[in-house]
């Protein structure tokens, strides 16, 4: 019992790594914060190429610039999953962020639609981050109570990006037009009208890199024990920054103790500063911190999970999970701008109800943002407080389960909301938008959760990730180009829902392998178990009751022996 008290508050007492989180949030930010700042003005960059002959075109187009990055990371994901499980995730990991860097400059410049294209696409191949981030937070956390606190803070990270980014793309692109007073026409603004932006963008990716160089540590199982140069400069300087903070403070205490001593005479001074000429050398006693701990899960002591199976059925259906779910919440958010811009019909056919309509809402792009921003701005505050208090209770799976059912009620209802009177119809909005942003932000950290606890081993991850990562890619690609081509083809049927209950049916078929996951029998159970094992004591062994009634029973022949030995002796 005590034994199993020991071991209980070890693991209770694990602390959380804030500082290495910390450091990889940094280093995440700057990703939503570059991907999201050319949405604002990605509509004017395609009307400015002039490939387009009508207006009505240039969302194709931008539908196409904003394909490429997802087609393209959807090509390279696996490539970069096994490459981090080869080398190490923090070289991947800053690969992708310099080739974000990259592609934002080369963007920056682009004179046409194909070399936009190509930015985008070189962004998408460069950087296979979203698998490799969640390899890492999960060697970063290997203790289940910290997992939904540690899988909220890149949700919340990426949301606090999608914030600032258009904020950033909307007030610097075409400076031009908007600030002439400090950027003059006929100058390299003028030129490249979309520079400034991305420039901005490049200054700040790269000084993420810079930030993941020197502080970010590896968490690969067999390559976090190599030498890292970046990582020893790092604390190099932070061991440069220290010094200079503690001589400050150490010079004024010696100050004081001068003027102190100087008052006493030799007699009465503290033993401590006395001479020492004479004094015995007694050696010190080596620091804690040098001592050598025993690594039971040290990689080299373990064996190598080559032959281990890493795509069990657990793995499959929590990879397939996430490629449903990330299509149709992508889909939702194609399609409600759409629905929200689309303008009322003005001689529409009559309305055969429930399934036979047509309309739309009509609003400015400065409302439809204004509703994004909320968006935005709740979807914050849920991965926040929200998650964390319904995961404890209900459990990854559980809470996963609940949401992936419930999403089909949420894409029946929502091209009902313009049916709704004219006085409720911006309430009916933003009662939807919390409605799919409290889904969104519980449902991706629970997979995210699902699938690293599914995972066989630790260093199969990366590839796991990055197959999954992939799977989501391509649904994100595929899935603003057949929800708006079902969307335009809903309104000339006379059937605002088609695509929305289209998106229903496909959510629908998520549940259902919803209910055939589960979270038994992944790597964070076997490792449990073994923990248990290993933290077995001494007293839990004379504690055990079957280990006493054996005993018992052994020791009781012996007990009957003993008089026949005695009357053999006499």
């Not at 303008?343 to 309305?351: I, K, L, Y």
Request: glycine share 8%; net charge neutral; hydrophobic share 45%.
């Amino acid at each position: 019992m005590a034994g199993a008290q020991q071991t209980s508050s070890r693991k209770r007492t694990q602390p959380f790594p804030t500082k290495q989180m910390t450091i990889l949030a940094l280093c995440r930010i700057c990703e939503p914060i570059a991907f999201m700042s050319i949405f604002p003005y990605v509509y004017f960059m395609i009307k400015d190429f002039g490939v387009t002959q009508h207006e009505s075109e240039i969302s194709v187009y931008a539908g196409m610039v904003t394909s490429a990055f997802a087609f393209a990371e959807f090509s390279s994901g696996v490539a970069w999953g096994r490459l981090s499980d080869r080398i190490g995730r923090k070289p991947v990991l800053l690969t992708g962020l310099a080739g974000t860097a990259l592609s934002m400059l080369i963007f920056g410049f682009a004179p046409n639609l194909p070399v936009a294209l190509l930015a985008r696409a070189l962004g998408g191949l460069l950087n296979g981050n979203i698998g490799v981030l969640q390899t890492t937070v999960a060697e970063m956390v290997t203790v289940k109570e910290h997992q939904p606190r540690a899988y909220t803070i890149m949700p919340f990270v990426w949301c606090l990006g999608s914030i600032l980014g258009p904020t950033l793309g909307g007030a610097l692109a075409r400076p031009v037009l908007s600030y002439p007073e400090l950027f003059h026409a006929g100058s390299i603004w003028d030129r490249f009208p979309y520079l400034l932006p991305n420039l901005v963008c490049t200054m700040i990716v790269t000084c993420g890199v810079g930030i993941g160089i020197l502080f970010l540590e590896e968490t690969h199982e067999e390559k976090k024990h190599r030498r890292d140069p970046g990582l020893e400069a790092g604390k190099w300087i932070l061991s440069k920054v220290t010094r200079c903070a503690e001589s400050k403070s150490s010079n004024e205490k010696e100050m004081d103790m001068d003027e102190v001593l100087s008052l006493l005479s030799d007699d009465d001074q503290p033993p401590n500063y006395r001479t020492n000429e004479n004094s015995l050398s007694i050696p010190s006693t080596p620091s804690a911190d040098h001592q050598e701990v025993l690594d039971l899960n040290d990689s080299r002591n373990a064996a190598s999970p080559a032959a281990t199976k890493a795509f069990t059925r657990q793995v499959v259906r929590n990879i397939v999970g996430y490629g449903i779910l990330a299509y149709h919440t992508m889909t939702f958010d194609a399609m409600l701008p759409t629905l929200l811009s689309t303008e009322p019909p003005e001689n529409p056919e009559p309305w055969k109800l429930p399934f036979k309509f047509v309309s739309g809402y009509g609003l400015s792009t400065k409302q439809i943002g204004i509703v994004l921003s909320v968006q935005g701005v709740y979807s914050m505050i849920a991965t926040i407080f929200l998650f964390p208090i319904i995961v404890r209770r209900l459990g990854a799976l559980g809470l996963f389960r609940a949401l992936a059912i419930s999403y089909p009620i949420l894409y029946i209802s929502t091209p009902y909301l313009v049916l709704l009177p004219d006085k409720l119809k911006m309430a009916g909005v933003y009662g939807v938008v919390i409605w799919k942003c409290t889904f969104a932000t519980m449902a991706y950290p629970s997979n995210a959760i699902l699938l690293t606890n599914s995972a066989p081993s630790l260093l199969m991850l990366g590839t796991i990730n990055g197959v999954a990562a992939s799977t989501a890619s391509l649904s994100r690609a595929f899935g603003p180009t057949v929800s708006g081509f079902l969307f335009s083809a809903g309104l000339r049927l006379g059937y605002s829902g088609l695509a929305w209950w289209c998106s229903a049916v496909i959510s629908l078929a998520g549940a259902l392998i919803s209910l055939r996951m589960t979270d038994k029998g992944g790597r964070m159970d076997v490792d449990e178990k073994i923990d248990d094992d290993r933290d077995l004591g001494f007293e839990e062994q004379i504690l055990d009751h079957h280990a006493l009634d054996s005993a018992i029973a052994a020791a009781e022949p012996r007990r009957d022996i003993e008089p026949l030995d005695n009357n053999i002796i006499k």
